[in-house]
């Protein structure tokens, strides 16, 4: 079945320690990114990827890291989430990295609480 | 300023109706794709339709339906027949050809009611 998938779904953390919510697609898509979700602010983006070793910023990159070392794979990096970053994230991935007709195909979301 | 506009926060629309969930959207690229997306209680995002710039002709997706005025710069999404399936948070989504990012408006919370 053609997918996006993130772990975990669900992610409980203190101040400061690092995590990594993970992200996999296997549809074979050149384009992949990150967004948060917060009420009333709509989903925006934190970084996106062009391809495998092209990386961007996008609205709210402070705080977070990616890589995309293999096609499929575009993990998010927290190095010391703060309460701030607690939101629901997505993961999403769209076959054409230069083609604004591609639509976006998203992973389930990840709910994360930074106490 | 803001990329995408949607001034709805909630809607309700009885079952069986249709109902317009407005979309304005910013850019002075002459080439770009719009997008709406449905994410229901259960929290995933779900594509539904889809309109470029160029398209002459209005979106059509099943029960989906894309009013797209360019001159106004607005991509209403049309939903017929409401089905209480269809409560849901309604987003709609621009990406431009000059850019490689894709902006979300802040969306509308739909209710059927039965």
């Known amino acids: 079945e053609a997918q996006v998938t993130q772990n975990p779904r669900y992610l409980i953390t203190v101040t400061g320690k690092k995590l990594t919510v993970t992200c996999s697609q296997n549809?074979?898509?050149?384009?992949m990114s990150w967004y948060r979700q917060d009420p009333g602010l709509g989903l925006r983006q934190i970084y996106y990827?062009?391809?495998?070793?092209?990386?961007d910023k996008g609205d709210v990159p402070e705080g977070y890291k990616v890589s995309r070392k293999e096609k499929r794979n575009f993990p998010l990096i927290l190095e010391s989430p703060s309460p701030n970053q607690t939101s629901l994230y997505f993961c999403?991935?769209?076959?054409?990295?230069?083609?604004?007709?591609?639509?976006?195909?998203f992973g389930n979301g990840t709910r994360l609480t930074v106490t | 300023a803001q990329k995408i506009t949607q001034t709805q926060p909630g809607m309700f629309v009885q079952e069986k109706e249709a109902v317009t969930l407005d979309c304005t959207y910013d850019?002075?690229?002459?080439?770009?794709?719009l997008f709406w997306y449905k994410q229901p209680s259960s929290g995933e995002m779900i594509f539904l339709i889809y309109?470029?710039?160029?398209?002459?002709q209005n979106a059509t997706e099943g029960r989906y339906s894309l009013n797209f005025q360019k001159a106004r710069k607005s991509a209403n999404l049309v939903i017929s027949a409401s089905q209480l399936g269809d409560s849901a948070m309604y987003f709609c989504?621009?990406?431009?050809?000059?850019?490689?990012?894709?902006?979300f408006g802040t969306g509308t919370s739909l209710t059927v009611i039965p």
């Open positions: 999403a991935s769209s076959l054409l990295g230069n083609n604004y007709n591609s639509p976006l195909h």
């Open positions: 549809m074979n898509h050149e384009y």
């Open positions: 990827s062009m391809n495998v070793e092209v990386t």
């Open positions: 850019t002075s690229d002459p080439s770009y794709g």
């Open positions: 309109q470029g710039s160029y398209d002459q």
């Open positions: 989504a621009m990406r431009e050809n000059t850019g490689n990012q894709f902006y």
